[in-house]
């Protein structure tokens, strides 16, 4: 008998496209998890940057230290910025900000920590911040109507099966790590690839749809630690994962709960009765 999913991962990535962070619990939100891309960078025209136009972003990391979010070079902690965690949004300038063909008001941090970014990534760079009061829609084409998301590309969460990542492995000379694909949640039990097909399922009490598989793009292809890229897994993924024009690996989800509530690691992952 294959066992039942279990969340055996919680992940968040506070600044949209920088290194994430494993939780051991995590607070579910309409937006997604809480502090999940909430803050983004962008350049001089108020456009996102990611690691598509950047791969050296996946070199810097990501704490939350409170009363601060901490952003470090992976290989040398020491060279750091502190970012206030809790933002008063009326104490900093607004910019109309762009992500995919969406445009939303956000709130533009310091000079000096804009600066950090720029000096550190080789561009004139903006650190902005998505207070309460934005709503950013999600893609209304799948996701149900008044569902709103963070900086996240699309939709508030993605989960993928640890079984999905083994299958894969298994067919490329070199096995990839999880962090390749940036989930929020991954689970153990079940067979390979089955979040393609799940609709309303529950975890710890909460409930989440499932509602687009997820198009992945070069970011895949860049290796975390290094920021090298190379071909896989998008070559090998292709052979076997492409739908249409669309190579596809994991599921993106919204949360059906009215009050925000905990998911924990080890949580059961139910589907809906």
Same mark, same amino acid.
């Given at each position: 008998? @294959?066992?039942?999913?279990?969340?055996?991962?919680?992940?968040?990535?506070?600044?949209?496209?920088?290194?994430?962070?494993?939780?051991? *619990?995590?607070?579910?939100?309409?937006?997604?998890?809480?502090?999940?891309?909430?803050?983004?960078?962008?350049?001089? @025209?108020?456009?996102?940057?990611?690691?598509?136009?950047?791969?050296?972003? $996946?070199?810097?990391?990501? $704490?939350? *230290?409170?009363?601060?979010?901490?952003?470090?070079?992976?290989?040398? %902690?020491? &060279?750091?910025?502190?970012?206030?965690?809790?933002?008063?949004?009326? *104490?900093?300038?607004?910019?109309?900000?762009?992500?995919?063909?969406?445009?939303?008001?956000?709130?533009?941090?310091?000079?000096? /920590?804009?600066?950090?970014?720029?000096?550190?990534?080789?561009? =004139?760079?903006?650190?902005?911040?998505?207070?309460?009061? #934005?709503?950013?829609?999600?893609?209304?084409?799948?996701?149900? !109507?008044?569902?709103?998301?963070?900086?996240?590309?699309?939709? !508030?969460?993605?989960?993928?099966?640890? $079984?999905?990542?083994?299958?894969?492995? #298994?067919?490329?000379?070199? $096995?990839? !790590?999880?962090?390749?694909?940036?989930?929020?949640?991954?689970? #153990?039990?079940?067979?390979?690839? &089955?979040?393609? +097909?799940?609709?309303?399922?529950?975890?710890?009490?909460?409930?989440?749809?499932?509602?687009? !598989?997820?198009?992945?793009?070069?970011?895949? #292809? +860049?290796?975390?630690? +290094?920021?090298?890229?190379?071909? &896989?897994?998008?070559? +090998?993924?292709?052979?076997?994962?492409?739908?249409?024009?669309? /190579?596809?690996?994991?599921? =993106?989800?919204?949360?059906?709960?009215? &009050? *925000?509530?905990?998911?924990?690691?080890?949580?059961?992952?139910? %589907?809906?009765?």
């Amino acid at each position: 008998m @294959t066992p039942s999913p279990t969340l055996s991962e919680i992940w968040i990535y506070p600044i949209k496209s920088l290194g994430g962070i494993a939780l051991k *619990e995590a607070v579910a939100e309409v937006r997604g998890l809480r502090y999940d891309r909430r803050w983004m960078l962008v350049d001089d @025209t108020g456009r996102f940057v990611t690691q598509r136009e950047i791969p050296t972003m $996946a070199l810097l990391g990501t $704490a939350i *230290e409170p009363p601060y979010l901490s952003v470090f070079w992976k290989s040398k %902690p020491s &060279e750091n910025v502190q970012i206030p965690l809790e933002i008063e949004a009326s *104490e900093f300038p607004k910019l109309r900000v762009e992500i995919w063909g969406d445009k939303c008001p956000a709130r533009v941090l310091s000079n000096e /920590i804009n600066q950090w970014f720029s000096h550190h990534l080789g561009q =004139n760079l903006r650190l902005v911040y998505m207070p309460n009061t #934005t709503r950013r829609r999600a893609d209304g084409r799948y996701a149900p !109507p008044g569902h709103h998301v963070s900086f996240a590309d699309g939709f !508030p969460y993605l989960i993928i099966g640890q $079984a999905s990542l083994d299958d894969l492995n #298994t067919r490329l000379a070199q $096995a990839l !790590p999880m962090n390749r694909f940036r989930p929020n949640f991954v689970f #153990t039990g079940g067979q390979p690839f &089955e979040e393609d +097909t799940w609709e309303q399922f529950s975890i710890n009490l909460q409930p989440f749809q499932g509602v687009k !598989p997820c198009a992945r793009c070069t970011i895949t #292809t +860049t290796d975390q630690d +290094t920021a090298a890229r190379a071909a &896989e897994p998008l070559k +090998t993924l292709a052979t076997f994962r492409k739908f249409g024009n669309r /190579i596809l690996f994991g599921q =993106n989800v919204v949360w059906l709960g009215m &009050e *925000e509530s905990l998911v924990r690691v080890g949580d059961l992952i139910q %589907p809906a009765k």
